[in-house]
């Protein structure tokens, strides 16, 4: 049985509850979002973007992430987060339509 995210902050929340510990639901809300802005995140484009496209891509992605220029992709980015990869280059889309 998988869980899902909602399934586990339900679970968290009453349990907190359960202790009479809701109190400390802010702090680790606070610590997951510290954590979270902690993570590794590469955004990969075939040119460089703008400082608007970095500062949007920062917004949503957490301001450590990191800008690669790589003209093999073609077009379009590549986000890695987290050991997992968002595809959205013309590079792979090309390999996708070819089976590569």
Sequence with gaps: ??????DLSRQIVEFLDSQSQLSLLA?????????????SVTVTSA????EAEKTAAKHKL???TQFVINP????GLIVDRSGKRTDMSVLGRLNTLTGV
């Design 62 to 64: 957490g301001e450590g």
């Design 72 to 75: 093999r992709i073609l077009g």
């Design 1 to 6: 049985m998988s869980v899902t995210a909602k």
């Design 47 to 50: 040119i460089e973007l703008t």
């Design 27 to 39: 702090e680790l809300t606070q610590e997951l979002e510290k954590e979270s802005a902690k993570e």
